[in-house]
Every structure is written in structure tokens, then in C-alpha cells.
């Protein structure tokens, strides 16, 4: 026995180096906090893109222990310094994932506090927090309140959620697969159909919705392909609706389409990952008029609420559909799983392990209460109006007017006009001060802006116009020398 209680404690002292003194954690968090301060600090003169085709090679696990200051070094150089900066206010090309200061404060406590949020028995506080900020979800989309939700780690989990209650609230199994239709546009994003195939639906019948000349679903043509699957003996049973297309800002007519779906008994999924907190904002708040009647829908606090990326909600009416897909037991979860309980949100998603992320979320939200929110989402819809107008007075063609913060805009250049704008993008790409994306409208090469980041200020709106200024010039003269 003695020399088993030695081994103990000769491994007890080289394991003692996982739990640092609190002088050491300290002087760690001090070294963290000034890199952080420094990043945070220069992020006006930062690059938002920096290419780079090789893989860094200084992650290698060695065995060997590193010193914070190396490790640090290495994050610096090879992981913020490289790639898209999300944090940058010049990032106008995805929509971005926000990293307001506040949720990593809230993730530092989850972190270390090392909260379960799968069960109500392991963490009744954490699951509370999370069952708060569901409800504020369901109050601010009016969802009746014997809704359930649950907050994944982003759109495209929360909408593999939805759409598996969706198809076992309808049964959507075996032979009936083949001869079900679920209905959809051009616009809408692609983790709906890459959930349907995760949830055993790849053989569906899927109907893409032609749009109108706004990108939004033409209900017309809703109802006429509902009424001409049902005369082929077909089983339509889900629409879904986007609140803020990824491509061009679109909202779709949710209240037509809900209105539709109660009629012919179809699920209405809505997502909303995008654009759904934009209902905060006064503004367009009627644009979301309708959203209530859909029986599910998905919304990205990491996009709209500016948070860090990792968390996606989804809410859905039908609590009993929900449990169908998601809800397990195991004899050696006999303490946990009791039926006075609240509900667990492991019964509500694919999650057993789940991360306390709700403190992300949480944190901000009291700190800072939900005024400066709806005023940075106004400030986002302004700043669009306000790059729309800077680059017609460019002389670029520009899409539609967006219902959101999402538009995109090309130069014409007759024949030539594709390969025009791939190289001016290609230019504002080498550059990286600022950085935009592309995308294909009706086979057109167009350059895409999304404008969502916290940190986009009309200053840096003005940045990145000067450099599509200076960039259109040099492609004017590249095209005019080969033509």
C-alpha cells in the first residue's frame, strides 16, 4: 500500500503544474490581458485580410512546455495576423460574428467556474440563465410561451433542430420521404439542405421558389406548387422562410407565407440567423410582421447581438415534436433525469455535453441592457443606405434596395464586366485594409457587402471606399491597356 501512496504522490506533484498558484495565474492573465489590449488597441490600423496559402507549422504538439510569452507570440503572428479579421470594423464581407468585449468576460467565467449547461440537476443556475434568455427570444418574436428552445452553437445546428421536430411532428419517415415536399428559394442558406440530409431527408422532393425581383418568395408561386404536388399525390409539409438572405439582405413575406402554411397545414420554419435581431431596430420592425405564425425559427445572437461566434437559437412551438428527436436517458443518469424538474436542454438538442454559452450572452445583456443593441443595428441599416450611395456616386450598378444591412454592387464593363470585377476585388483583396466578398446573381459575378460588425463606423465605411476608389482606378487602366 506505502508504495502505491508514493506513486500517487510523486504523479500528485508533476500533475501540480495544472492547478498555477494564484501569483502565476495572475501574472498570466496580466501577459493575456495586455496582448489582448494591444490587439483591441490597434485594430484601426490593422489589415481585415491578410492571404496566405500555407498552412503555419507552429502548432505542433512537442510534448514540451511553452512559455505564455512564446505561446502568445505564436497567436499573434499566425492566427489573428492571418486571414479574415473578424473583429476589424473593416470586415464587410461575411456576415460576421461581433466578439464584443463583455462576452469574453462571460466565457471567462463559464471557463473557469467550468459550468454544465446540459442538465438542470448539474447546474440549475447555468440552465436557468439559458431558459431567461430562450424566453426573451420567444417574448421578442411573440412565440406563445409553452415554446421550448434551445441555444446551439450557431444557424446551422439550430436549424438542423427545427427542421428534425419539423419532420417528426409530420412523420416524415420511411416510404413517405420520397413523396414529401419541403419548399425553399434560391436565397435561402445552405445548412437547410445540408440538415436535411444529416436528418435522413436527402431524398425529399425539394422545390425551389422562384423570387421576386427583391429576392423575396413569390407566394404565388407558393401556393400554385403546393396545389400542383398535392394533384400529384405528394405530401408538402415544410416551407421555409429566410428574415435576412445571406446573398442580399432579403426578408421574405412571412405573414403571407405563415397565412398560407396555417391554411395547408405545412410547417413554417423561419430563418432568421442573420437577420432576426433587427427586429430590435424600430426601423423595419415591420418587416418582420408574420414571424409569430411560423412554427419554428432560428436566430444567431453571435450575428445580430454581436457576439463572439458559437451561438445560435432556435425556438419551436411544438414541445413534444422536439423531445421526439431529441430526448435520451441512460440508467447512469438515474439522479439527473427526474420528472419534477425543469426541462433539460439536453432533451432539446443534439447536446449532451453542452458549454455554459448562454453566459456570453447573458453578461452583455445586463451589463448593458438591449438600448445600445437596437441603436448599433440602426446604425448598421444607415451605414448601408450610406455605401450604397458613395459607390453609385462611383459610378458601380448597385442591387436592389436591401431590406437589411446585405446589398452588392458591380461595375459594368460590357462583355468584360465578370472579369472586371474579379480583379478589382482581387486588388481590394491584395490590399486587405478593407475586405469584401463576392457573389453570383443569376449567374453574374457581383462584389458583396455585409455590414454588421460592431465596430463598422461611418469612418470605416469612408476607408474602404477610398480604397475601392483607388483600386477601380488601376483596374480601369489594366482593362483599358488590354482591350
Known amino acids: ?68 510569452e512564446e505561446i502568445l507570440s505564436i497567436y499573434k503572428q499566425e492566427i489573428a495576423e492571418k486571414g479574415i479579421n473578424a473583429a476589424s470594423g473593416g470586415h464587410l464581407g461575411y456576415i460576421p460574428g461581433g466578439g464584443i468585449f463583455a462576452s469574453a468576460l462571460g466565457d471567462f467565467l463559464a471557463d473557469v467556474t467550468n459550468e ?52 417528426d411532428k409530420h412523420g416524415i419517415k420511411g416510404d413517405r420521404i420520397i413523396k414529401s415536399v419541403a419548399y425553399l ?46 394533384e400529384l399525390g405528394l405530401n408538402p409539409f415544410l416551407v421555409v ?46 418587416l418582420f410582421k408574420g414571424i409569430e405564425l411560423s412554427d419554428s425559427l432560428v436566430v444567431d445572437p453571435h450575428k445580430g447581438l454581436f457576439l463572439p461566434y458559437g451561438i445560435g437559437a432556435v425556438i419551436v412551438k411544438d414541445r413534444d415534436a422536439v423531445f421526439h428527436s431529441n430526448r435520451a436517458g ?58 450604397r450611395i458613395k459607390l453609385g456616386d462611383l459610378g458601380f450598378n448597385l442591387g436592389p434596395e436591401p431590406d437589411l444591412s446585405v446589398t452588392y454592387f458591380w461595375m459594368d464593363w460590357g462583355a468584360e464586366s465578370d472579369a472586371f470585377n474579379r480583379h478589382l476585388l482581387k486588388l481590394i483583396h491584395d490590399d486587405g485594409s478593407s475586405y469584401f466578398s463576392s457573389t453570383l446573381i443569376e449567374g453574374k459575378f457581383v462584389i458583396r457587402s455585409a455590414i454588421l460588425s460592431f465596430r463598422t463606423r461611418i469612418g470605416s465605411v469612408d476607408r474602404a471606399i477610398a480604397l475601392i476608389s483607388d483600386c477601380l482606378a488601376k483596374t480601369r487602366k489594366h482593362f483599358d491597356k488590354t482591350s
Open 330 to 387: 441512460a440508467d447512469y443518469m438515474q439522479d439527473a433525469f427526474k420528472d419534477d424538474l425543469p426541462v433539460n436542454p439536453s432533451d432539446l438538442g443534439p447536446e449532451l455535453t453542452k458549454h455554459f454559452r448562454g453566459m456570453r450572452m447573458w453578461l452583455p445583456l445586463q451589463l448593458y441592457g438591449t438600448g445600445p443593441f437596437a441603436a448599433c443595428l440602426e446604425e448598421k441599416l444607415a451605414l448601408t443606405k450610406y455605401i
Open 116 to 167: 454544465y449547461a446540459g442538465i438542470f440537476y448539474a447546474s440549475p443556475g447555468a440552465v436557468a440563465v439559458e431558459t431567461a434568455l430562450i424566453d426573451w427570444i420567444k417574448n421578442l418574436f411573440s412565440y406563445p410561451s409553452e415554446a421550448v428552445g434551445n441555444l446551439a452553437s450557431g444557424g446551422s445546428i439550430a436549424n438542423l433542430i427545427a427542421l428534425a421536430a419539423a419532420r
Open 241 to 286: 422562410g429566410s428574415a435576412g438572405t445571406t446573398d442580399t439582405g432579403a426578408v421574405d413575406p412571412l405573414f403571407e407565407i405563415g397565412t398560407i402554411c396555417k391554411e395547408e397545414n405545412l410547417w413554417f420554419h423561419v430563418d432568421a440567423a442573420y437577420g432576426g435581431f433587427f427586429i430590435l431596430a424600430a426601423s423595419v420592425q415591420t
Open 185 to 230: 428559394s434560391a436565397q435561402t442558406h445552405h445548412c437547410v439542405t445540408k440538415a436535411l440530409r444529416i436528418i435522413g431527408l436527402e431524398d425529399l422532393v425539394l422545390r425551389t421558389l422562384p423570387i421576386d425581383g427583391r429576392s423575396r418568395i413569390r407566394t404565388d408561386a407558393l401556393t400554385e406548387s403546393i396545389r400542383k404536388d398535392r
Open 1 to 68: 500500500m506505502q508504495e502505491l501512496i508514493d506513486r500517487i504522490r510523486t504523479l500528485e506533484a508533476k500533475s501540480q503544474v495544472l492547478e498555477p498558484s494564484e501569483n502565476l495565474r495572475n501574472e498570466e492573465l496580466s501577459r493575456v490581458a495586455n496582448y489582448a489590449n494591444a490587439f483591441l488597441n490597434g485594430l484601426a490600423e490593422s489589415k481585415t485580410f491578410v492571404f496566405s496559402e500555407e498552412m503555419p507549422d507552429r502548432f505542433d504538439i512537442t510534448g514540451q512546455p511553452r512559455s505564455i
